[in-house]
């Protein structure tokens, strides 16, 4: 299909991981991203992964990314309550410019 | 200076008004682009312009009216819209060559349409 697949909450118990996943569909994007948005925000790059990596670990981030199933995952140690916000993935497609697809975002609250 | 300011913060407008929304950038980056995002959904691109000159068009309703004066400015100019058009609408530039391409974000103007 065309679009970038999220589920679309996550609530996680502050201190503990939260994982949110990715499934997207262009095989050629070169890049693959991960934004945050904070409510009433734009949107900001938390980290991005270059297409021939596997993982790449910036901080408390983690990006997994498995090319052959095109799955895309972050993961955020000891989720701290400023982490609540929501998380897009996206893709880089290619035409007369470049542009980024967005997935559908998926929120993420924590609890006490 | 990484930073994409969007003016007016907020913009409440009638179906018959005319309005414009701003952007501005110093980051020396060629690729502005224009976004719509309703409320808990993603933004969706509007227009991209690259080097100055309209490249991409997400068949977008004429009454939007995408405007880029020189490279530090983008500017959207809207008519007639429909109260379907009240959104969040979010600029953004990026280099616009080969690598990354990290797009940076305005805070957005938020639209509303009586």
């Known amino acids: 299909g065309e679009d970038v697949e999220q589920s679309l909450f996550l609530s996680v118990r502050e201190g503990d991981s939260s994982v949110i996943n990715c499934t997207y569909t262009d095989s050629s994007s070169t890049y693959l991203y991960w934004y945050k948005q904070e409510p009433g925000a734009g949107l900001q790059l938390l980290t991005y992964i270059f297409s021939n990596m596997d993982m790449k670990q910036d901080q408390r981030l983690t990006v997994l990314l498995n090319k052959k199933d095109k799955h895309l995952s972050l993961r955020i140690a000891d989720t701290q309550t400023g982490d609540s916000a929501i998380y897009f993935c996206a893709e880089i497609r290619y035409s007369s410019a470049s542009k980024i697809i967005f997935g559908s975002g998926t929120r993420l609250s924590i609890r006490p | ?114």
């Not at chain 2, 110093?26 to 959904?41: C, I």
């Open chain 2, 1 to 114: 200076d990484t930073e994409v300011t969007q003016t007016p913060k907020h913009l409440v407008m009638g179906m018959t008004n005319k309005k414009s929304l701003k952007c501005e950038q110093h980051m020396g980056h060629r690729a502005m682009y224009w976004y719509k995002q309703k409320a808990k959904k993603p933004p969706e691109l509007m227009f991209v312009y690259s080097y100055e000159k309209l490249s991409i068009n997400e068949s977008v309703p004429s009454r939007f009216s995408p405007e880029c004066p020189n490279s530090s400015l983008l500017n959207l100019h809207l008519h007639a819209l429909q109260p379907e058009d009240s959104a969040l609408y979010l600029c953004a530039s990026s280099q616009e060559r080969p690598g990354v391409n990290e797009q940076f974000f305005g805070p957005g103007t938020r639209l509303t349409v009586l």
